[in-house]
């Protein structure tokens, strides 16, 4: 079978799909991701509100998350999965397991990059009276936005690649469409245009964040 | 460039910034004047490594008074930061009492602290911007945390800017600006908020001698114009000769000496001080054996052609063996090793002629009195 009409009606919806997952995931994780990466730097100790015990059981959480590798994750939540969504095939139930797994990765990533931000500045911010709160909306977030973008885009990448691979589950999707077509079938031209595709989104969110990132840098 | 300096600041001092911002900022103004605006009793600080507990500070007693430019000068790990930073309690002391304008820092809940370091601004070697921000925007920074209203707030950043001479690089980014324009923009930012006092650690030691001398400077006009106290902590002696009025020397967690600078200047105590006054200990050793006196110009004579005058009227030769002589306003500062002729009589009437002239002279060699 060539690609013919109906194939790349298929296409498109997988693309669309895929977009779906990756962006609703990718904010979803931000939304815990964010607030958890800066809460591991400011209870850090020598941080600017120490919680050293909060900042342990943190880290354990989060490293326990993320030393599970994503295809046996997405196959271990299915029950957390039925239970929110009511299925566990198709896009919306992949979103569930593709949030538990980014989030985590989504705090190291914050939590790096705030890290990052130099201890002068903040010890600045402190000696002029600032709350902890205003240290972390005005100094920590502000200086280490162009770092925060570019963890976007590697996050958005990564989430991204993990979409796909929740295709061996029936996760919907380019990913879907390239195991069931290329893999299942051996239709190669399919898992071909997928695979293309998978490589062209992946290409132009990078180059997006890579883009923004440089412009909002102002420290050269 | 001073006459225009000047301007700004008249201007700034009658449209009402020395009081600004009113309320909530300022510090409690109910000390009288004489009273140190910076007290430091028995301060102890210790930091624990690795379960070793380590001395940093050691039953430090401090007092600077309101208006002063008082330098703290020691050795690299002396422990001057953590003095200074332990003064608006960015470190907490292990031990001992802070007292800034009236108020033990370690009396205060977090709240009060917040408020009463608006009233101690510091400024850093590494000037410490935000580099996301312009430079107008640095200054805006403290005035957002101190609920400055936005137009207001916007007309004190303009004025500080000009008062630093940066009105053309309101919009520059820190990156876009040298290293003594940044530490100005710091300044300004430093002052946005009407502070007390402003603590200055190293805060020259990243520029070159020009761009030191003008923030030095800057600072001292500020002091003279805005009455706010500095303090200064370096480990250069150029730094402190140049702008303090009273210096403190921390030698191995103590201060081992404090005082007038010229006092100090001229009559260095301890080794310490000694070894901070005369930077190369290696120029006294070559004086060793011979007959020699060191002048000291404490700012007390006038630039004068003292030595040219000395030997018209002792008819004596000398030899000059080191010089380090700033000319400051008029005003003569600095060292001066001469070597005395061989003829003791003619070597006393050299030393008495300085004598007479208000100079401190003190006699090296190996029949020196
Ligand atoms: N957080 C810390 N933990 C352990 N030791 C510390 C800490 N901060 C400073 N010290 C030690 O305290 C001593 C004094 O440090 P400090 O930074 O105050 O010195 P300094 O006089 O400012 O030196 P420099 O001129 O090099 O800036 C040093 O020996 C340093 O190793
Ligand atoms: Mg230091």
Redesign the interface.
């Known amino acids: 079978m060539m690609l013919n009409s109906s194939t790349g009606i298929m296409i498109a919806k997988g693309l669309l799909e895929t977009l779906y997952m990756t962006v609703s995931s990718t904010s979803a994780a931000y939304l815990i991701g964010l607030p958890l990466g800066i809460i591991l730097v400011v209870t850090a100790e020598g941080g600017i509100l120490p919680r050293p015990a909060l900042n342990k059981i943190l880290n354990i959480v989060v490293n326990l998350t993320r030393s599970v590798p994503f295809l046996i994750l997405l196959i271990a939540v299915l029950p957390i999965t039925r239970f929110i969504t009511g299925t566990t095939i198709g896009s919306t139930a992949t979103i569930v397991p593709l949030i538990i797994a980014a989030a985590p990765f989504v705090a190291r990533l914050v939590e790096s990059s705030i890290k990052e931000v130099d201890k002068g500045i903040i010890e600045a911010g402190l000696s002029m009276g600032a709350t902890p709160f205003e240290i972390i909306t005005k100094v920590m977030i502000p200086e280490a936005k162009p770092s925060l973008i570019v963890g976007g885009a590697i996050a958005t990448t990564t989430i991204l690649g993990y979409s796909a691979m929740a295709g061996i589950v029936g996760g919907g999707g380019l990913g879907d469409i390239a195991i069931r077509y290329g893999y299942y079938r051996y239709q190669n031209d399919i898992m071909i245009a997928t695979v293309v595709l998978l490589i062209v989104v992946v290409q132009v969110f990078q180059d997006i964040g890579m883009k923004i990132s440089l412009k909002q840098d102002k420290r050269r | 460039m001073n006459a225009a300096l000047c301007g700004i600041f008249l201007k700034c001092q009658y449209s009402g910034v020395k009081n600004f911002p009113p309320g909530k900022t300022a510090l409690k103004q109910t000390m009288n004047e004489t009273s140190p605006i910076i007290k430091i009793e028995h301060f102890h600080k210790a930091f624990s490594l690795n379960g070793e507990k380590i001395t940093v500070l050691d039953d430090i007693n401090l007092e600077i008074e309101q208006g002063d430019i008082f330098g703290i000068i020691g050795e690299s790990g002396a422990g001057k930061s953590t003095l200074v930073r332990c003064m608006?309690y960015?470190e907490k002391p292990t031990s001992g009492r802070i007292i800034v304008d009236g108020q033990d820092l370690s009396r205060l809940t977090e709240g009060q602290l917040?408020?009463?370091?608006?009233g101690?601004?510091?400024i850093?070697q590494?000037f410490?911007?935000?580099?996301?921000?312009t430079a107008e925007k640095n200054i805006l920074?403290?005035l957002?945390?101190?609920g400055v209203g936005k137009q207001e707030a916007k007309a004190r950043a303009k004025e500080l800017l000009e008062l630093v001479g940066l009105s053309d690089k309101a919009d520059n980014?820190?990156?876009q600006l040298s290293g003594g324009q940044k530490q100005r923009v710091a300044i300004a930012?430093a002052l946005a908020?009407n502070p007390k006092v402003i603590l200055c650690d190293e805060a020259t030691s990243a520029l070159d001698p020009a761009t030191t001398r003008s923030i030095l400077a800057l600072l001292k006009d500020i002091n003279r114009r805005l009455g706010i106290t500095i303090v200064v902590v370096t480990h250069e002696m150029s730094v402190i000769e140049e702008i303090c009025q009273h210096v403190a020397i921390i030698d191995k967690s103590k201060i081992v000496e404090v005082g007038k600078v010229q006092e100090i200047f001229a009559h260095p105590k301890t080794a310490a001080a000694q070894r901070l006054v005369y930077p190369d200990a290696k120029m006294r050793e070559r004086f060793i054996g011979k007959r020699c006196c060191r002048i000291v110009f404490d700012g007390s004579s006038s630039y004068a052609p003292t030595v040219a005058s000395m030997i018209l009227e002792c008819k004596a030769p000398v030899n000059i063996m080191f010089a380090d002589m700033k000319d400051i306003d008029g005003v003569a500062f600095g060292e001066l090793v001469l070597q005395l002729p061989e003829d003791k009589a003619l070597a006393s009437k050299v030393v008495g002629y300085f004598r007479t002239h208000n100079l401190f002279v003190e006699e090296w060699g190996d029949d020196a009195e």
């Open positions: 608006n960015l917040r408020e009463a370091r608006r101690i601004c510091m850093f590494q410490n911007l935000l580099m996301q921000r920074f403290p957002e945390i101190a980014y820190p990156s930012r908020v």
